[in-house]
């Protein structure tokens, strides 16, 4: 889990709960505590000691987990934000798991702010997100997106000498929101980092959701091969011929990326 990237998200996500509480006086207190809970292996939280003494300067303190077994609503409620991350070696979920799935839910729609880290793996750990997702009004998609216009697209090098880079599709087709307040633009990944791994990932919602952030028309989301390398081949038609969402919010409490 990168840390920065964490930190930045999180600060988004606080922004959008103190929005929801102010509007609707939800169940979840303001705690200002952050839990990293997932199935996985505890070297996953660990945050760099940087990010968490910035987090710290926030007045934002985080707690980690790293079973969802034995999870009560109770327990949730004394946080402000979950980073929910799972791992592809997890097991998939049993019926334990899909009451505490349930009760993640449930705390997301009191106001709670839940925030998804998708293996990178583009199928294994799936049956762990269309237990949790669907309920929601949205499902993530095993998709890639591809972008036309050479304009909109960025490159950039590793350090190691002869590596080709990776590509960056660029979008400032984006919404007024507080979510997005002072952002001009974003920059999403076209490429896979190993065979089989998406890029930016893909999802599809109901009405209830708003998308904020979308790719240019020239983008467009495509089925890849699950055996090809970063470059892979089309194999088929996505489900956006363009402008592909790249993120949305429902009630101003649950975003997805």
């Known amino acids: 889990m990168n ?28 705690t200002n505590t952050v839990l990293l809970l997932g199935e996985c ?36 409620r004394q946080f402000n934000v979950v980073v929910l991350y799972y791992n592809d070696i997890a097991p998939k979920p049993n ?9 993640l839910r449930a705390y997301s729609q009191e106001g709670g702010g839940l925030l998804i880290f998708k293996d990178l793996y583009i199928a294994q750990g799936m049956s762990y997100w269309q237990e949790l997702l669907p309920p929601l009004g949205t499902q993530i998609l095993n ?3 591809i972008e036309s216009d050479p304009s909109n697209v960025w490159r950039t090098r590793f350090a190691s000498p002869g590596n080709a880079g990776w590509s960056f599709g660029w979008t400032d087709v984006i919404e007024k929101h507080p979510a997005t307040e002072g952002v001009e633009g974003l920059a999403y ?28 028309p020239t983008a467009a989301s495509f089925l890849p091969d699950p055996a090809a390398n970063a ?7 996505g489900t956006y011929p363009s402008s ?8 101003a409490a649950f975003a997805i990326i």
């Open 3 to 30: 840390g920065r990237k964490l930190l930045g998200l999180l600060a988004i996500l606080f922004a959008l709960k103190l929005a929801y509480c102010a509007a609707d006086a939800p169940a979840v207190p303001q």
């Open 41 to 76: 292996s505890p070297k996953w939280f660990k945050l760099p000691a940087k990010v968490s003494q910035e987090l710290k300067a926030l007045g934002i303190e985080t707690a980690w987990r790293n079973t969802l077994r034995g999870i009560t609503p109770e327990y949730l």
């Open 95 to 103: 019926d334990e798991i899909k009451q505490v799935l349930s009760h």
């Open 143 to 145: 998709e890639q997106i």
């Open 189 to 216: 990944p076209l490429e896979r980092y190993e065979p089989g791994e998406p890029g930016a990932i893909t999802f599809k919602t109901d009405a209830n959701w708003k998308i904020l952030v979308r790719t240019k």
């Open 231 to 237: 470059r892979g081949k089309v194999t088929g038609p």
């Open 244 to 251: 592909v969402p790249l993120l949305a919010v429902r009630d």
